[in-house]
């Protein structure tokens, strides 16, 4: 197997396609927006937060949601029509030998003569794996409580219909006011909605969790293995000394 040998000039790939940069980078921009209003949302109480600016943020978290989740549909799409390195059969950990390639890379590892991948190494994909689950629980949940809180997104309409009031246009139902709700409905539905929210809360933290070992993983190659792991997300090359094991 290919391994990292310093002595050998460096000698530039393409490693990352346009769709799978843009990913990237709006994923990253999405989640900094969402995180940041998110945190809002979850301590409105300790902000002492009035009941419009909680409207509003949850207005704004809502906009930064529909960037993300668009941005993640089309990444999942673009993973079973790119031909480079961002197809989900190079990208996840179901290639054929994974398991024996994945014990390989960490040996070279220990013995510091890591194999030199174009795409992701076997521990990258582990963790596109891990990130790519995160972020589906973070998108799915995200959609459903936005139809609970401002009757909006995909699911907007059917819990406005749950929760209006007979006679009531659930059209009309104005995030934050219970004056046009059914009580008994309404209730049932923030009985359904807790699980959702304790859902959208742990797979925030796991995805923060996930992000801090990702960095910490970039880091690694970068001063490692001396791999522009950063700058080749920017502009789609690697450059690696050795042959690649994933170079065909």
């Not at 991948?117 to 521990?123: A, D, E, I, K, Q």
């Not at 949940?141 to 401002?150: I, K, N, P, Q, S």
């Not at 970068?222 to 792991?229: A, F, K, L, P």
Request: hydrophobic share 50%; net charge positive.
């Amino acid at each position: 197997m290919a391994t990292i040998t310093m002595r050998e000039p460096a000698r530039e790939h393409h490693a990352w396609d346009a769709g799978v940069r843009a990913f990237h980078w709006i994923n990253l921009a999405a989640l900094l927006w969402m995180t940041a209003t998110g945190l809002c949302i979850l301590y409105e109480n300790e902000l002492g937060l009035p009941g419009p600016s909680r409207v509003a943020f949850k207005i704004v978290h809502k906009w930064g949601g529909y960037v993300f989740a668009i941005n993640l549909a089309l990444r999942l799409v673009w993973g079973f029509v790119s031909s480079g390195h961002g197809n989900w059969s190079r990208a996840l950990p179901l290639r054929a030998g994974f398991l024996g390639e994945l014990r390989a890379y960490l040996a070279g590892l220990r013995s510091g003569e890591a194999a030199a991948y174009v795409g992701h190494n076997p521990l990258g994909a582990l963790m596109v794996a891990a990130l790519l689950l995160a972020l589906v629980v973070q998108a799915v949940t995200g959609m459903v409580l936005a139809g609970t809180d401002l009757y909006q997104g995909p699911f907007g309409s059917y819990f406005a219909e749950w929760v209006a009031a007979p006679g009531i246009d659930p059209a009309s139902l104005v995030p934050g006011d219970r004056t046009k709700l059914n009580a008994a409905a309404y209730a049932e539905m923030r009985k359904f909605r807790a699980p959702i929210v304790r859902t959208h809360e742990y797979a925030f933290y796991v995805l923060m969790a996930l992000s801090a070992l990702h960095i910490a993983g970039v880091v690694r190659v970068e001063i490692s293995e001396r791999v522009n792991v950063v700058s080749a997300m920017i502009s789609g090359r690697k450059r690696l000394r050795g042959e690649p094991v994933d170079g065909r």
